[in-house]
């Protein structure tokens, strides 16, 4: 993973000590019926999901707000290392054609630390005035709850 | 391959049945030295060139033009299918760091046809305001002058 000066400006990232192993924490990333629990924070809620988990495979997680309204997620995997990394972005909805606005790369890492994992979730975006805008959507709040769920999920596996 | 409505606005295609095996032209697309020899329609030349050939890997051309002017292009593999296929793209410049500006994903096909090859270069961008700049700087004229030197390289193969 590179973390140069000339992408800090653009990351948003998420680290957390979670109570879980590293395989678990995949798990709950990468199996639709187990990222529809935990993946949008509450009163938000993934009504969907598809996850072709492959370098050039595409996902679709479709996002339902508190008014009912729709939001569709499209992506790609770009890395896959199970259990211990993930990288997609929504600069494709397949492989290979380019979205309308590539947006943001995720690049996760699940690291086995104290008896837990390690677990990493960096947003790179393509602009500095992306990430401000990603930032200012609530990333931290917004992913921070995701995270809880997820702990809580992957604790059960 | 994707070709829906979606991305032909968005595509710019080079299509040609080439005297050489698919396993020799995918060589002159991967191997630094025989890229150095077509890549550039003359009086451009290649003055260095460095293939990470897989998915995730890295690609560097410096191109140099009449007046001495270089203009070195990174980009990052997304998909090798060794003498079959070949995707790369401009918006990361190493895995995963993003571009200044995602511009197009090319995808290249080798089908053998006719003793030959179906050589298939597919630049597909991501607006088609950037496809239309792109025809503008001289596509068809560029490419098609590369792929000559291409098709006389690769028969010496």
Redesign the interface.
């Known amino acids: 993973?590179?973390d140069?000066a000339?992408?800090a400006e653009?990351d948003l990232v998420l680290t957390r000590l979670i109570a879980a192993s590293p395989a678990a924490l995949y798990r709950c990333w990468t199996e639709p019926e187990l990222m529809k629990q935990w993946f949008t924070p509450a009163p938000w809620t993934t009504i969907h999901a598809e996850t072709d988990v492959r370098?050039?495979g595409a996902s679709l997680v479709v996002m339902r707000g508190p008014d009912g309204t729709e939001f569709p997620n499209r992506g790609v995997y770009?890395?896959v290392v199970p259990n211990a990394r993930l990288?997609f972005?929504d600069?494709?909805v397949?492989?290979?054609?380019?979205?309308q606005k590539?947006f943001m790369?995720v690049?996760l890492t699940f690291e086995p630390e104290d008896g837990g994992t390690r677990y990493t979730a960096r947003a790179?975006?393509?602009t500095a005035t992306d990430r401000e805008a990603h930032e200012g959507m609530g990333f931290h709040e917004g992913w921070g709850k995701a995270a809880d769920q997820l702990a809580a999920l992957a604790a059960t596996l």
Chains 1, 2 share one sequence.
């Open positions: 993973m590179t140069t000339d992408t653009r370098p050039g770009l890395e990288v972005t600069a494709y397949s492989a290979w054609e380019p979205s590539p790369t690049i790179r975006h393509w």
